[in-house]
C-alpha cells in the first residue's frame, strides 16, 4: 500500500502526519529563516554550559511551535465560518500549490513565494521590535518569549503549512495541523543551533535541496489529486438509484398524457380500490367487453331493490 491509501485510510491522523512531512522536508528553509538566530543563541552560552544551552534553544523553539500554534487556530475559526459548498476543496488546492511553488522555491527553480512573504513583512516591520528588546537572551523566559515572536516572522513555508490547516475548517483541528508542522520543523532548526557550521556545509549541497524539493512538490501533487479523486467519487455515486420515490410528490403530474396502454394492470390490487368515490359518467362502456365479465361471481345483494 503507499503513502498517499494508507493515509486516506487513517483520516484522523492523516492531516497532522502531512504537516509534520511538510516541516521536515521543509527543514532546510526553516535555517534560512531561523539558523542565524539560533547560532547567536548557540553561541551567547559558554561550551561548559551545555545543559542551560539546550533550556534556551529549546524554550524559544517552545514559543515557536505555540505561536505556530496561535496562528493555526485562529485561521481555522475564520475558515470554519467561510467553508461553505465546495471552500474546503478551494483550500486544499491553494494548500496543495503553495507546496509545489514552495518546492520550487527551495530549488531556486521559482521564487514566487518571496512575493507572499513581502506581504507578511506588513506586520512583521510592527512586531519585529518587541523581538529585538529581548535580545540577548539570558534566560528561558526571555528565549521563550522570543520564540513566540518569531514564529509571525515572513515565512513562504508557514504559510504553506497555514493554507494546509485552513483547509481542515476547523479551529482545533487547524491548531493540531501547525503544531504538528512546528514540531516537523524542530530537528533541522536545533541542528542549526548545535551544529551551525556543520549544517552550513550541508546546505551547499544542492544534490539534497533538489531531493527536498522534488519531494515537497509531489506532496503538492498528491494534495491536489485528493479532491479531484473525491469529487469524480461523488459524480460517480449521484444516480437514480438513490433517489426516494416514496417522498416524491406525484399530485403536480399530468395524468391524462400518460400512456395507460403500456400498463401492466395484471399485477394491481384491485380489492383495495374504493369504487364508491370512483366517477363512471366518463366511462366508455361501449368498448367494455361484457362477454368476458364473470357476472355470476357479482354480489347483487347489494344492489337497490
Same mark, same amino acid.
Given at each position: 500500500?503507499?503513502?498517499?491509501?494508507?493515509?486516506?485510510?487513517?483520516?484522523?491522523?492523516?492531516?497532522?502526519?502531512?504537516?509534520?512531512?511538510?516541516?521536515?522536508?521543509?527543514?532546510?528553509?526553516?535555517?534560512?529563516?531561523?539558523?542565524?538566530?539560533?547560532?547567536?543563541?548557540?553561541?551567547?552560552?559558554?561550551?561548559?554550559?551545555?545543559?542551560?544551552?539546550?533550556?534556551?534553544?529549546?524554550?524559544?523553539?517552545?514559543?515557536?511551535?505555540?505561536?505556530?500554534?496561535?496562528?493555526?487556530?485562529?485561521?481555522?475559526?475564520?475558515?470554519?465560518?467561510?467553508?461553505?459548498?465546495?471552500?474546503?476543496?478551494?483550500?486544499?488546492?491553494?494548500?496543495?500549490?503553495?507546496?509545489?511553488?514552495?518546492?520550487?522555491?527551495?530549488?531556486?527553480?521559482?521564487?514566487?513565494?518571496?512575493?507572499?512573504?513581502?506581504?507578511?513583512?506588513?506586520?512583521?516591520?510592527?512586531?519585529?521590535?518587541?523581538?529585538?528588546?529581548?535580545?540577548?537572551?539570558?534566560?528561558?523566559?526571555?528565549?521563550?518569549?522570543?520564540?513566540?515572536?518569531?514564529?509571525?516572522?515572513?515565512?513562504?513555508?508557514?504559510?504553506?503549512?497555514?493554507?494546509?490547516?485552513?483547509?481542515?475548517?476547523?479551529?482545533?483541528?487547524?491548531?493540531?495541523?501547525?503544531?504538528?508542522?512546528?514540531?516537523?520543523?524542530?530537528?533541522?532548526?536545533?541542528?542549526?543551533?548545535?551544529?551551525?557550521?556543520?549544517?552550513?556545509?550541508?546546505?551547499?549541497?544542492?544534490?539534497?535541496?533538489?531531493?527536498?524539493?522534488?519531494?515537497?512538490?509531489?506532496?503538492?501533487?498528491?494534495?491536489?489529486?485528493?479532491?479531484?479523486?473525491?469529487?469524480?467519487?461523488?459524480?460517480?455515486?449521484?444516480?437514480?438509484?438513490?433517489?426516494?420515490?416514496?417522498? =416524491?410528490?406525484?399530485?403536480?403530474?399530468? /395524468?391524462?398524457? +400518460? #400512456? @395507460?396502454?403500456? $400498463?401492466? &394492470?395484471?399485477? *394491481? %390490487?384491485? !380489492?383495495?380500490?374504493?369504487?364508491?368515490? =370512483?366517477?363512471?359518467?366518463?366511462?366508455? /362502456?361501449?368498448? +367494455? #367487453? @361484457?362477454?368476458? $365479465?364473470? &357476472?355470476?361471481? *357479482? %354480489?347483487? !345483494?347489494?344492489?337497490?331493490?
Amino acid at each position: 500500500m503507499d503513502a498517499s491509501v494508507w493515509l486516506e485510510s487513517v483520516p484522523f491522523l492523516a492531516p497532522y502526519a502531512s504537516a509534520f512531512m511538510i516541516g521536515l522536508l521543509g527543514g532546510m528553509h526553516c535555517i534560512g529563516m531561523c539558523g542565524g538566530i539560533m547560532g547567536a543563541l548557540s553561541f551567547s552560552v559558554p561550551p561548559e554550559q551545555s545543559a542551560r544551552r539546550w533550556r534556551i534553544l529549546m524554550s524559544y523553539n517552545l514559543g515557536r511551535v505555540a505561536s505556530y500554534g496561535l496562528i493555526g487556530l485562529v485561521a481555522g475559526a475564520l475558515s470554519y465560518q467561510f467553508s461553505g459548498g465546495h471552500g474546503l476543496s478551494v483550500l486544499r488546492v491553494v494548500a496543495g500549490l503553495l507546496l509545489i511553488a514552495m518546492g520550487l522555491y527551495l530549488a531556486n527553480w521559482w521564487r514566487g513565494l518571496t512575493y507572499l512573504e513581502k506581504i507578511g513583512s506588513l506586520l512583521w516591520v510592527r512586531i519585529q521590535p518587541l523581538g529585538k528588546a529581548l535580545m540577548p537572551v539570558k534566560n528561558s523566559g526571555q528565549a521563550l518569549l522570543l520564540g513566540g515572536i518569531w514564529g509571525w516572522l515572513p515565512c513562504g513555508l508557514v504559510y504553506t503549512a497555514l493554507a494546509y490547516a485552513t483547509a481542515q475548517a476547523h479551529p482545533v483541528g487547524a491548531m493540531g495541523v501547525m503544531l504538528a508542522f512546528g514540531l516537523g520543523t524542530l530537528p533541522m532548526v536545533l541542528a542549526s543551533g548545535v551544529f551551525a557550521e556543520r549544517i552550513k556545509d550541508l546546505l551547499q549541497l544542492n544534490s539534497l535541496r533538489t531531493l527536498m524539493a522534488l519531494m515537497i512538490i509531489a506532496f503538492g501533487v498528491w494534495t491536489l489529486w485528493v479532491p479531484y479523486q473525491h469529487s469524480k467519487m461523488d459524480h460517480s455515486h449521484m444516480g437514480h438509484g438513490a433517489m426516494d420515490h416514496g417522498a =416524491m410528490d406525484h399530485s403536480q403530474m399530468d /395524468h391524462s398524457k +400518460m #400512456n @395507460h396502454e403500456s $400498463m401492466d &394492470h395484471s399485477e *394491481m %390490487d384491485h !380489492s383495495k380500490m374504493n369504487h364508491e368515490s =370512483m366517477d363512471y359518467s366518463e366511462m366508455d /362502456h361501449s368498448k +367494455m #367487453n @361484457h362477454e368476458s $365479465m364473470g &357476472h355470476s361471481e *357479482m %354480489d347483487h !345483494s347489494q344492489h337497490n331493490q
